[in-house]
């Protein structure tokens, strides 16, 4: 999993995580920004630690669903071979 930090570009953002496109969508973030995650929130009149955690909260949800679809993949090659 990436650490995801303020300085993130928001195009670095939605490119990364699943989903981000929604959250900056409904924050009013233009999506196609060159800016840092920190200047757009401040643009948009968005508290960036807000932002961060809903952000970090998909990113972790993305990485365990990852997991979890690894592990099945892994228990139906198990039952085959």
Known sequence: MRNLTEQWTVEQTVATIAN????????NID????YT????AAAASV???ELMAVLEYRLRHA????????????AD???VA
């Open 20 to 27: 981000a496109n929604d959250v900056l969508y409904t924050r």
């Open 31 to 34: 999506m196609t920004a060159r």
């Open 37 to 40: 995650l920190a200047n757009s």
């Open 47 to 49: 508290a960036p630690d």
């Open 63 to 74: 990485a365990q669903h990852h997991m979890i679809v690894e592990q099945v993949e892994e």
């Open 77 to 79: 090659l198990a039952e």
